[in-house]
T-cell receptor, first 115, second 115 residues
Framework: KQEVTQIPAALSVPEGENLVLNCSFT??????LQWFRQDPGKGLTSLLL?????REQTSGRLNASLDKSSGRSTLYIAASQPGDSATYLC??????????????FGEGTQLTVNP | DAGVTQSPTHLIKTRGQQVTLRCSPK?????VSWYQQALGQGPQFIFQ???????QRGNFPDRFSGHQFPNYSSELNVNALLLGDSALYLC??????????????FGSGTQLSVL
């Protein structure tokens, strides 16, 4: 059974700091990994999707890496801003499904960036 | 281009009642998945609909049922509501043509409170 763990559960940093969020998964037979952002009481916004053949993906100040062999992914946020405050979730496809619809999520890291 | 839309945004019910939540997928998407997110947890997969049939199901009781219409929109029905059904219910859409290469797009969710 796939399990996804995210560390830390919460993080508070001053504005401008670079930070790293961690995600680990127990079954390394994944074909992609996604990072999502969730604002309080809202839906999820996909930030980055990394295919298993890739090592990393970048979008603006965000960079996500994937190491399948060790079952780990990191989300790097450069020059953090108060607007980055949200919960960040990572998710991987569940089992052998290939539709991309059935994901197993971690519990998220709640990030607060203080002005 | 409209994204995934869900209605209603908030709902209050009492134990034992039945509820129906609605979702319209993103334009061009024909697959809808439903997730339940309890407070402080990551989303849990309920089921997926494609071509008007339930294709995959997570570990949820039969009280949870769904439907997909010819226009790809979907409903989630929950019977005999329990206090533990209180959660944010998220709808996500995707297109099988993108398979595991595509991102999952989420709606803003329906916050269900069972009293």
């Amino acid at each position: 059974k796939q399990e996804v763990t995210q560390i830390p559960a919460a993080l508070s940093v001053p504005e401008g700091e670079n930070l790293v969020l961690n995600c680990s998964f127990t079954d390394s037979a994944i074909y992609n990994l996604q990072w999502f952002r969730q604002d309080p009481g809202k839906g999820l916004t996909s930030l980055l999707l990394i295919q298993s053949s890739q090592r990393e993906q970048t979008s603006g100040r965000l960079n996500a890496s994937l190491d399948k062999s060790s079952g780990r992914s990191t989300l790097y946020i450069a020059a953090s801003q108060p607007g980055d405050s949200a919960t960040y979730l990572c998710a991987v496809p569940t089992g052998a499904e290939t539709s991309g619809s059935r994901l197993t999520f971690g519990e998220g890291t709640q990030l607060t960036v203080n002005p | 281009d409209a994204g995934v839309t869900q209605s209603p945004t908030h709902l209050i019910k009492t134990r034992g009642q039945q509820v129906t939540l609605r979702c319209s997928p993103k334009s061009g998407h024909d697959t809808v998945s439903w997730y339940q997110q309890a407070l402080g947890q990551g989303p849990q997969f309920i089921f997926q609909y494609y071509e008007e049939e339930e294709r995959q199901r997570g570990n949820f009781p039969d009280r949870f049922s769904g439907h997909q219409f010819p226009n790809y929109s979907s409903e989630l029905n929950v019977n005999a509501l329990l206090l533990g059904d209180s959660a944010l219910y998220l709808c996500a859409s995707s297109s099988p043509s993108t398979g595991n290469l595509g991102k999952l797009f989420f709606g803003s969710g329906t916050q269900l409170s069972v009293l």
